[in-house]
């Protein structure tokens, strides 16, 4: 019997291996399958006299042809590369939006400038301002398009981001589930394997993989412990977690992810790592972040070039140019940069704007404003490079400024508490808010602000530049009534000096405020007429003590004092002090020489007199009269003495001409002035005789200034100069005396007018002459001029970002490289990945892929050996019969 | 060691692979052969990606630069013309003015060199007011809208432009002036006998303007002892007078003397003072101010106008015919250094062309240069990609047939 019973066993060997080959082969195209095998041992023999005797053999197991450590690579795998896949698809689309024909800015900011230079080179043509206008729009709308094209990808990576969210839940439902079925049939099948089910969890489990980074711990009851990212669990035994998507704490436009436990929701955006879910959130970061600040800072930057430059011309209309675009810094701008985290501390009643301050130290990244230690201690993040930029404390006064990177953020009001944090987005929204505030093409500023013009009875050879602005804020310029307050004519009383004045009455010009009066000249040279430092300022010597008459004396009568100087560093606030000590009857010249080897200091001094009603004395003659020791009343001298004559005399002294000294006369009253400030001193000699003197600078009506009594010496009379201080930015002139030249706190005037223009002459006959005049105006009808056309057209290539390191078009050109750069990354990364997903895959398929030929061959094995069996039946039979028949 | 197992998914799956990596490379170097261009998107070469957009940048400057060579040129073009047009009626007028100087001419045959004289001086005001293609007055400066020269109520051509000049941009850092302003042109031209002009203030605000004109100087010896001194006439409150009423006050402007003081006003009477009258038109308001200037300087239309009026005026006599043989050398002084000046501004112009020619052909070189450089780094070498092409599709073609070749052979064929 035993015979039939070996050929038994083997048949039924044969039988599992056949049905064990065809589920391999049947299987061979189903995914996550793993390859099957049975084994098979012989039965236990039956032991004889002779010694053990086979009795057939038995299958003791069917397993699955896998290994742990490669299934787990794919998973590795699988994450790695579905996370590149999602970084590069969606990378791509940006790379193609930034580079496109229709869509490329830098096309359309040079379209625009191009139509400027159209408008430019005929500024009086309404045809190039209205291409200027439409090309203008035409900017604008590129702009807004493509900050629009971000959002909308942000808007798609959101709902991505659901999906994927609702497939993880899925997965892990499903894992779990098939967690309580293996562990269900462990157990009743004592220890063997459910092949098919452990094939489905594996599966799973890379699908899930696909979706985020996993890693797996094997209970030992056939129940596998799923967690997703960094170790945040998700599937433990028999129970999964619920993940969901929520709006971001800081940006609500962009959705994070979150566990719900019960009742709690816990943000977990940053630990899940990996898969499509991570390389959507990388893309967010790492190149939709730059795509959106790199555009914002261009839009920034051009918005506020263009805007400041048109503000510095006139429009066909004879108006000051109004910014072309939206103004960056506008309220609702400077709030809408700063978003405050949802969970902030209670009583959301903090207020905080943010304005930009200079576009050149702007930086293409958010900035983070946290809140991290008591008494008001922060910190503002640079989110691009995660450097920490500012830290201080915050002070018990609001509002506080914080400076940094060229922004200005101000804490309003509100209380702002330990553990508050704030997103700051500079470049956020400022395309899609840009807008053109122009609305007719005669609004385009083309003209400069200025006419200068050579008096048409000019007789020397000196000229003037056309002048240039850079700023019309500015007390010299009268926005609302697009004039210049004064208009402003430079006249020479020299080949060497000139006065600045104000000309507003043409008839009669007189000083402006402050005073620029006289200026050297240096005839052949070509100099600058007013003061360049946009924070400097003029202070006058306004003391009691100046250019009184000083009666019976040679000396001015300056009682001396102390006049210190201080400059305050506005960034450390660090003083220097510098001091000049004014001797008692010192003349204006020599202090005003004192005070401009001072650094950052400018003084000039100038002292005048006038005299009128010249009464002879008893004697009959004409008054005898001296002038700083230069006898002035020669034989020749009129009697009556007149203002002519006198004025011929001290103009014909070259004692008193080195001195500065001239003198004009109306026919009645002579002027004295001495340019260097030189002290004035008249003598006069003839008894009885008589001047009246007074002194312009005071104001003060004239006195009569009498010879001396008979036979004595001649009566003196002296008047000191005045002096004007150009003091450079954040500089403060006082004295230590009230009594003195100068107040304690002069009255310190800003003297920037926000224009400059250019003196030049020739030489000798081509020197000016005394007389020449230079007037400037507002340029209220220059229709053809194309000044500021020209300044706005060199913004094309000013280098305004990055620390005058990059135009536009240069920040444009490193955004697309930069987006270039991460593309050609990613595809790089991608077929890496995939390349070792494959390696990893073949690992895999080469213990657990079914080979058809294998199977097929295994198939043609068992057929044998089960025809063999068979014929080992037929064969006891046949011994069977054999004995039967005997 | 045992030889590596083999999955039948496997098998199929690296085919299949292979077969679509080659694929993909086809459509790639496909899609560079349809456009001709090697970088499609910035991620092919992100360096050159940003170069080349740093060079078309370049090229459409240059682009620029050129349209403006031809706006200029244009402009200076019609320069030129108007210049040389204005050149040969100088000489017509120095040919008639040494004509009217013939001793056998009488008064009345004068008036007819007068009348000929005056539609030379209209031609040249004409030209002088030439416009370009968009109606602007290239002789006004910046004002463009005006005419250079309009002819006032007394029949004398009045400047009205200003002394601005255009410039435009035609190379990197390189500007050419558009124009020239008819102030240096036409206006100042040095003259050997003092000259006097009136202008009204900016400032003032009688409306309509009242205006100032009549310019003239009346004694030659006593105005040359006044220039070169400057005057302004100012209106002043009608209460200074009494009874109250329209008065001014004329002044020295370098030193504020007083010439006469609160003289009652009738329009258009002769204002004098230093050897010269003027007249004022209109109703000025007070503190309105006008200034008369001397200047050495005498503008080409004035000059031919102030010898129109003598020519028109002067008798026989002997003493007239004297005045206005000196008048006659002056003017034709002054029609030679405006000839002087207008030849200086003609070569200038014509090296300004010049200019034109020289910096389009450097553009042209450099945008030549651009061009090669932007070409070797965004254009596609064809034969090159065509014959990577070739090789593609052989390989594809390869992968295809060995693929349907190998999968065909089966054991189960053979059970």
């Given at each position: 019997?035993s015979?039939?019973?070996t050929?038994?066993?083997g048949?039924?060997?044969?039988?599992?291996?056949?049905s064990?080959?065809?589920?391999?082969?049947?299987?061979?195209?189903?995914e996550?399958?793993?390859?099957?095998?049975i084994?098979n041992?012989?039965?236990?023999?039956?032991?004889?006299?002779v010694?053990?005797?086979?009795?057939?053999?038995?299958?003791?197991?069917?397993f699955?042809?896998t290994?742990k450590?490669l299934?787990?690579?794919?998973?590795?795998d699988?994450?790695?590369?579905?996370?590149?896949?999602a970084?590069?698809s969606?990378?791509?689309q940006?790379?193609?939006?930034?580079a496109?024909?229709?869509?490329?800015?830098?096309?359309?900011?040079?379209?625009?400038?191009?139509?400027?230079?159209?408008a430019?080179n005929?500024?009086?043509?309404?045809?190039?301002?209205?291409?200027?206008?439409?090309?203008?729009?035409?900017?604008?709308s590129?702009?807004?398009q493509?900050?629009?094209?971000l959002?909308?990808q942000?808007?798609?990576?959101n709902?991505q981001?659901?999906?994927?969210?609702?497939?993880i839940?899925?997965?892990?439902?499903?894992?779990?589930e098939?967690?309580?079925s293996?562990s269900?049939?462990f157990?009743a099948?004592?220890?063997?394997?459910p092949?098919?089910l452990?094939?489905?969890r594996?599966?799973?489990?890379?699908?899930?993989a696909?979706?985020?980074d996993?890693?797996?711990i094997?209970?030992g009851?056939?129940?596998?412990?799923?967690?997703?990212?960094?170790g945040?669990?998700l599937?433990?035994?028999v129970?999964t977690r619920?993940?969901l998507?929520i709006?971001g704490?800081?940006?609500?436009?962009?959705?994070e992810?979150?566990?719900v436990?019960?009742?709690?929701?816990s943000?977990?955006?940053?630990?899940?790592?990996?898969?499509?879910?991570?390389?959507?959130?990388?893309?967010?970061?790492?190149a939709?972040?730059?795509?959106?600040?790199?555009?914002?800072r261009?839009?920034?930057?051009?918005?506020?070039?263009?805007?400041?430059?048109?503000?510095?011309?006139v429009d066909?209309?004879g108006n000051?140019?109004k910014?072309?675009?939206?103004?960056?810094?506008?309220?609702?701008f400077?709030?809408?940069?700063?978003?405050?985290?949802?969970?902030?501390s209670?009583?959301?009643?903090r207020?905080m704007?943010?304005?930009?301050?200079?576009?050149?130290?702007?930086?293409?990244?958010d900035?983070e404003?946290q809140f991290s230690?008591?008494s008001?201690?922060?910190?503002?993040?640079?989110?691009s490079?995660g450097?920490?930029?500012?830290?201080d404390?915050?002070?018990?006064?609001?509002?506080?400024?914080?400076?940094?990177?060229?922004?200005?953020?101000?804490?309003e009001?509100?209380?702002?508490?330990?553990g508050?944090?704030?997103?700051i987005q500079?470049?956020?929204?400022?395309?899609?808010n840009?807008?053109?505030?122009?609305?007719r093409p005669?609004?385009?500023?083309?003209?400069?602000?200025?006419?200068?013009?050579?008096?048409?009875?000019?007789?020397?050879g000196?000229?003037?530049?056309?002048?240039?602005?850079?700023?019309?804020?500015?007390a010299?310029f009268n926005?609302?009534?697009?004039?210049?307050s004064?208009?402003?004519?430079?006249?020479f009383?020299?080949?060497?000096t000139?006065?600045?004045?104000?000309?507003?009455?043409?008839?009669?010009?007189?000083p402006?405020?402050?005073?620029?009066?006289?200026q050297?000249?240096?005839?052949?040279?070509?100099?600058?007429?007013?003061?360049?430092?946009?924070?400097g300022?003029?202070?006058?010597?306004?003391?009691?003590?100046?250019?009184r008459?000083?009666?019976g004396?040679?000396?001015?009568?300056?009682?001396?004092?102390?006049?210190?100087v201080?400059?305050?560093?506005?960034?450390?606030?660090?003083?220097?002090?510098?001091q000049v000590t004014?001797?008692a009857?010192?003349?204006a010249?020599?202090?005003?020489?004192?005070?401009?080897?001072l650094?950052?200091?400018?003084?000039?001094?100038?002292?005048?007199?006038?005299?009128?009603?010249f009464?002879?004395?008893?004697n009959?003659?004409?008054?005898?009269?001296?002038l700083?020791?230069?006898?002035?009343s020669?034989t020749?001298a009129?009697?009556?003495?007149t203002a002519?004559?006198?004025r011929?005399?001290?103009?014909?002294?070259s004692?008193?001409?080195?001195?500065g000294?001239r003198?004009?006369?109306?026919?009645?009253?002579?002027?004295?002035?001495s340019?260097t400030?030189?002290?004035?001193t008249?003598g006069?000699?003839?008894?009885?005789?008589?001047?009246?003197v007074?002194s312009?600078v005071t104001g003060?009506?004239?006195?009569?200034?009498?010879?001396?009594?008979?036979?004595?010496?001649?009566?003196?009379?002296?008047?000191?100069?005045?002096?004007d201080v150009?003091l450079?930015?954040?500089?403060?002139?006082?004295?230590?005396?009230?009594?003195?030249?100068?107040?304690?706190?002069?009255?310190a005037?800003s003297?920037f007018?926000?224009?400059?223009?250019?003196l030049?002459s020739g030489?000798?006959?081509?020197?000016?002459?005394?007389?020449?005049?230079?007037?400037?105006?507002?340029?209220?009808s220059?229709?053809?001029d194309?000044r500021?056309?020209?300044?706005?057209?060199?913004?094309?290539?000013?280098?305004?970002?990055?620390?005058?390191?990059?135009?536009?078009?240069?920040a444009y050109?490193q955004?697309?490289?930069e987006l270039?750069?991460?593309?050609?990354?990613?595809?790089?990364?991608q077929?890496?990945?995939?390349?070792?997903?494959?390696?990893?895959?073949?690992?895999?398929?080469?213990?657990s892929?079914?080979?058809?030929?294998?199977?097929?061959?295994?198939?043609?094995?068992l057929?044998?050996?089960f025809?063999?069996s068979?014929?080992?039946?037929?064969?006891?039979r046949?011994?069977?019969?054999?004995l039967?028949?005997? | 060691?045992?030889a590596?197992?083999i999955?039948?998914?496997?098998?199929?799956?690296t085919?299949?692979?292979g077969m679509?990596?080659?694929?993909?490379?086809v459509?790639?170097?496909?899609e560079?052969?349809?456009?001709?261009?090697?970088?499609?998107?910035?991620?092919d070469?992100?360096?050159?990606?940003?170069r080349?957009l740093?060079?078309?940048q370049?090229?459409?400057?240059?682009?620029?630069f050129?349209?403006?060579?031809?706006?200029?040129e244009?402009?200076?073009q019609?320069?030129?013309?108007?210049?040389?047009?204005?050149s040969?009626?100088?000489?017509?007028a120095?040919?008639?003015?040494?004509?009217s100087?013939?001793?056998?001419?009488?008064?009345s045959?004068?008036?007819?060199?007068?009348v000929?004289?005056?539609?030379?001086?209209?031609?040249m005001?004409?030209?002088?007011?030439?416009?370009?293609?968009?109606?602007?007055?290239?002789?006004?400066?910046?004002?463009?809208?005006?005419?250079?020269?309009v002819?006032?109520?007394?029949?004398?051509?009045?400047?009205?432009?200003?002394?601005?000049?255009?410039?435009?941009?035609?190379a990197?850092?390189?500007s050419?002036?558009?124009?020239?302003?008819?102030k240096s042109?036409?206006?100042d031209?040095?003259?050997?006998?003092?000259?006097?002009?009136g202008?009204a203030?900016a400032?003032?605000?009688?409306?309509?303007?009242?205006?100032?004109?009549?310019?003239?100087v009346?004694?030659?010896t006593?105005?040359a002892?006044?220039?070169?001194?400057?005057?302004?006439?100012?209106?002043?409150?009608?209460?200074?007078?009494?009874p109250?009423?329209?008065?001014?006050?004329?002044?020295q402007?370098s030193?504020g003397?007083?010439?006469?003081?609160?003289?009652?006003y009738?329009?258009?009477?002769?204002?004098?003072?230093?050897?010269?009258?003027?007249?004022?038109?209109?109703?000025?308001?007070?503190?309105?101010?006008?200034?008369v200037?001397?200047?050495?300087k005498?503008?080409l239309?004035?000059?031919?106008?102030?010898?129109?009026?003598?020519?028109?005026?002067?008798t026989d006599?002997?003493?007239?015919m004297?005045?206005?043989?000196?008048q006659?050398?002056?003017?034709l002084?002054n029609?030679?250094s405006?000839?002087?000046?207008?030849?200086?501004?003609r070569?200038?112009?014509?090296s300004?062309?010049?200019?034109?020619?020289?910096?389009?052909?450097?553009?042209?070189?450099f945008?030549?240069?651009?061009?090669?450089?932007l070409?070797?780094l965004?254009?596609?070498?064809?034969?090159?990609?065509v014959?990577q092409l070739?090789?593609?599709s052989?390989?594809l073609?390869a992968?295809q047939?060995?693929?349907?070749?190998v999968s065909?052979?089966?054991?189960?064929?053979?059970?």
């Amino acid at each position: 019997m035993s015979l039939i019973s070996t050929a038994i066993s083997g048949m039924r060997v044969s039988q599992l291996g056949l049905s064990t080959t065809g589920h391999n082969i049947v299987n061979a195209g189903t995914e996550g399958f793993s390859r099957q095998s049975i084994t098979n041992t012989s039965t236990q023999p039956i032991q004889t006299g002779v010694g053990f005797i086979g009795n057939g053999a038995i299958t003791t197991e069917v397993f699955r042809n896998t290994e742990k450590f490669l299934v787990d690579q794919v998973a590795t795998d699988i994450s790695a590369l579905s996370d590149v896949d999602a970084y590069l698809s969606n990378i791509t689309q940006l790379d193609n939006l930034f580079a496109g024909d229709q869509t490329n800015l830098s096309q359309s900011i040079n379209k625009f400038f191009d139509a400027f230079n159209e408008a430019t080179n005929d500024p009086s043509s309404l045809l190039g301002r209205q291409l200027l206008l439409t090309e203008s729009r035409l900017l604008t709308s590129n702009f807004k398009q493509l900050e629009t094209r971000l959002l909308d990808q942000n808007q798609t990576i959101n709902k991505q981001l659901d999906t994927i969210v609702s497939d993880i839940n899925s997965l892990g439902v499903q894992i779990a589930e098939l967690n309580r079925s293996i562990s269900s049939t462990f157990s009743a099948a004592r220890g063997q394997q459910p092949n098919d089910l452990l094939d489905k969890r594996d599966q799973a489990l890379r699908d899930l993989a696909k979706l985020v980074d996993i890693s797996t711990i094997d209970r030992g009851n056939g129940t596998l412990d799923v967690a997703i990212g960094q170790g945040q669990p998700l599937v433990s035994g028999v129970t999964t977690r619920t993940l969901l998507t929520i709006p971001g704490a800081a940006d609500p436009a962009r959705r994070e992810l979150a566990f719900v436990d019960g009742n709690t929701i816990s943000a977990v955006g940053q630990l899940l790592s990996g898969g499509e879910l991570g390389g959507l959130r990388r893309f967010r970061e790492e190149a939709l972040d730059t795509a959106f600040n790199s555009l914002g800072r261009i839009a920034l930057g051009l918005v506020d070039a263009v805007n400041q430059q048109h503000q510095l011309g006139v429009d066909l209309e004879g108006n000051l140019g109004k910014a072309l675009f939206t103004d960056i810094n506008s309220p609702v701008f400077m709030r809408d940069r700063v978003r405050e985290f949802a969970n902030n501390s209670l009583s959301a009643n903090r207020s905080m704007t943010v304005a930009i301050d200079d576009i050149a130290q702007l930086a293409a990244s958010d900035y983070e404003l946290q809140f991290s230690g008591p008494s008001g201690r922060f910190s503002v993040l640079r989110l691009s490079d995660g450097k920490v930029v500012a830290q201080d404390m915050l002070g018990s006064k609001l509002p506080h400024e914080i400076n940094v990177d060229g922004l200005k953020i101000t804490l309003e009001s509100g209380s702002f508490q330990n553990g508050d944090r704030f997103l700051i987005q500079p470049g956020r929204g400022a395309s899609s808010n840009m807008q053109l505030l122009i609305r007719r093409p005669e609004e385009f500023a083309l003209a400069g602000t200025l006419l200068t013009q050579a008096a048409a009875g000019n007789l020397g050879g000196g000229f003037i530049s056309a002048g240039q602005t850079s700023s019309v804020d500015t007390a010299f310029f009268n926005t609302a009534s697009n004039s210049l307050s004064p208009p402003v004519i430079i006249r020479f009383t020299s080949a060497t000096t000139y006065d600045v004045l104000d000309n507003s009455d043409p008839a009669n010009p007189k000083p402006l405020v402050p005073a620029l009066m006289n200026q050297v000249f240096v005839p052949g040279s070509s100099q600058t007429v007013f003061p360049d430092d946009p924070g400097g300022t003029t202070v006058s010597s306004t003391g009691p003590a100046v250019a009184r008459l000083q009666f019976g004396s040679a000396s001015n009568g300056y009682p001396g004092e102390l006049i210190t100087v201080q400059k305050t560093d506005p960034l450390t606030g660090f003083i220097t002090v510098q001091q000049v000590t004014m001797a008692a009857n010192q003349s204006a010249d020599s202090v005003a020489a004192q005070l401009t080897a001072l650094t950052g200091v400018k003084a000039n001094a100038s002292s005048q007199m006038t005299l009128s009603a010249f009464t002879s004395g008893s004697n009959g003659e004409a008054l005898s009269l001296s002038l700083n020791g230069v006898d002035l009343s020669t034989t020749s001298a009129p009697n009556p003495l007149t203002a002519d004559f006198l004025r011929d005399s001290i103009n014909a002294s070259s004692v008193l001409q080195a001195q500065g000294i001239r003198a004009s006369s109306d026919g009645g009253s002579l002027k004295i002035v001495s340019t260097t400030g030189v002290d004035l001193t008249l003598g006069l000699a003839d008894a009885d005789a008589s001047v009246l003197v007074s002194s312009p600078v005071t104001g003060l009506p004239g006195t009569n200034f009498s010879g001396p009594a008979s036979g004595d010496p001649a009566t003196q009379l002296t008047v000191g100069g005045s002096i004007d201080v150009q003091l450079a930015a954040n500089m403060e002139l006082s004295s230590n005396s009230n009594a003195g030249v100068f107040t304690q706190q002069p009255e310190a005037r800003s003297n920037f007018t926000g224009y400059q223009v250019t003196l030049g002459s020739g030489t000798g006959q081509g020197a000016p002459q005394a007389g020449d005049s230079f007037s400037i105006d507002f340029n209220r009808s220059g229709s053809a001029d194309n000044r500021n056309g020209l300044a706005m057209m060199e913004l094309s290539s000013a280098p305004v970002l990055s620390n005058g390191n990059l135009s536009y078009q240069g920040a444009y050109g490193q955004m697309v490289e930069e987006l270039g750069i991460l593309t050609n990354q990613a595809n790089l990364s991608q077929s890496a990945g995939a390349s070792l997903l494959r390696q990893s895959m073949n690992a895999l398929q080469s213990v657990s892929g079914v080979n058809v030929e294998e199977e097929a061959a295994r198939l043609i094995e068992l057929e044998q050996q089960f025809n063999a069996s068979a014929r080992l039946i037929g064969l006891a039979r046949d011994l069977f019969d054999t004995l039967l028949n005997m | 060691m045992a030889a590596i197992r083999i999955s039948t998914a496997q098998i199929n799956s690296t085919a299949l692979a292979g077969m679509l990596d080659v694929q993909r490379a086809v459509s790639k170097t496909q899609e560079q052969i349809t456009t001709n261009k090697r970088v499609t998107t910035p991620g092919d070469d992100p360096i050159a990606a940003a170069r080349i957009l740093q060079l078309n940048q370049e090229l459409a400057k240059v682009n620029q630069f050129n349209q403006n060579l031809s706006t200029l040129e244009n402009r200076l073009q019609r320069e030129e013309v108007a210049l040389t047009g204005v050149s040969d009626l100088v000489f017509r007028a120095q040919d008639l003015i040494t004509q009217s100087g013939n001793a056998a001419l009488n008064a009345s045959q004068r008036g007819f060199i007068a009348v000929e004289l005056q539609s030379v001086v209209d031609g040249m005001a004409q030209l002088m007011n030439t416009q370009d293609a968009s109606g602007e007055f290239i002789f006004s400066g910046f004002q463009g809208r005006e005419p250079a020269f309009v002819k006032g109520e007394d029949g004398r051509y009045v400047y009205q432009g200003d002394d601005g000049q255009r410039s435009i941009v035609i190379a990197p850092g390189t500007s050419v002036a558009v124009n020239d302003a008819g102030k240096s042109l036409f206006v100042d031209i040095a003259s050997r006998e003092p000259n006097i002009t009136g202008s009204a203030a900016a400032s003032n605000l009688a409306s309509p303007p009242a205006s100032i004109n009549n310019v003239r100087v009346e004694n030659k010896t006593a105005f040359a002892e006044f220039f070169p001194e400057k005057v302004v006439i100012q209106f002043n409150d009608v209460n200074d007078v009494n009874p109250p009423a329209a008065n001014f006050t004329v002044r020295q402007v370098s030193d504020g003397r007083v010439l006469n003081s609160n003289v009652l006003y009738t329009p258009g009477e002769k204002i004098e003072f230093g050897g010269v009258s003027v007249r004022i038109k209109g109703d000025p308001a007070p503190g309105d101010s006008f200034l008369v200037e001397s200047s050495n300087k005498k503008s080409l239309l004035g000059g031919l106008e102030d010898y129109i009026s003598q020519l028109k005026s002067l008798t026989d006599s002997s003493a007239d015919m004297a005045s206005l043989n000196q008048q006659l050398g002056l003017t034709l002084d002054n029609l030679g250094s405006a000839q002087d000046r207008l030849l200086e501004t003609r070569s200038s112009v014509g090296s300004r062309l010049n200019q034109i020619d020289s910096t389009r052909s450097n553009n042209e070189e450099f945008e030549l240069t651009v061009r090669a450089t932007l070409s070797a780094l965004s254009d596609l070498d064809i034969a090159k990609a065509v014959s990577q092409l070739a090789q593609e599709s052989f390989v594809l073609e390869a992968a295809q047939a060995s693929f349907a070749r190998v999968s065909r052979l089966s054991l189960f064929n053979f059970i």
